[in-house]
């Protein structure tokens, strides 16, 4: 029996005491029922470090934080644990690691046909799409696929931002706007050779993820569709998967 699907996906951008509260709340109600979730930090060079930080941040949450790298059999491990968190950082390393290790299959039937809850934030909501292909991220390595784990149909830009940015090289420097290119010009790029619909999320931005119905919270996003005018969306929103709203 296929078991439903539910994720917590967000940006990043946490870097308030609003935003790291919400959260925890968050995390703690999409690990409700779990015990041990196993984190991947596969996106770090620094396992170790990066996995005790996770583990600080998530504090007095209900569940234990495992990292996956002290398995000597991943997959195993993944079969043990009640919940998925896969963390942030670059969306390259994580997926050199998933393919290298062959847990892009395991993760993904284990959330899609055994429902067990995922979370993912700025890479780890990357690699919930289809593909790893509206990632922000330097190419520091090769991959050996684009593809990830497709827990959700649609693609997922992280650190979204609408632009207009101003900046200053010192703090009693002069503000100079940056002309570079806007997140929208890359979505519009991606959508030249492919035609997957693209969620923006905001800094601070999560989407509540039970089958096929997706709930922002928490901040804005951007809906791009190749070809049509961009929709932006108030935290409430509840879209199915093609990112039409419910």
Known sequence: MVMEMRALLGSGGIGTEERRELYRELMSENFADCKKVIF??????????????????????????????EFEDPLAAIEAMDGIYVGGGN???????????????????AVLQRGVP??????????????????????????????????VPFQINPHYHPGGIWYRESEDGEFQQHFGETRARRVREYHQTNDVPVIGLYEGSFLRCRDDSFELIGNKAAVMRKDEEMDVLEPGTILRGDLTTA
């Open 40 to 69: 991947v930090p596969f996106a770090s060079n620094d396992y170790d470090g990066y996995t005790e930080r996770m583990q600080d941040f998530a504090g007095q949450s209900g569940y234990e934080l495992v990292g996956l790298h």
């Open 91 to 109: 969306t390259w390393l994580l997926v050199r690691a998933l393919h290298e290790r062959g847990l892009v299959e395991p993760i993904r039937e």
């Open 118 to 151: 995922y979370a993912g934030v700025s890479a780890g909501a990357n690699v919930a799409c289809p593909s790893m292909q509206t990632t922000n991220d330097m190419a520091v390595t090769m991959v050996p696929s684009f593809e990830t784990f497709g827990i």
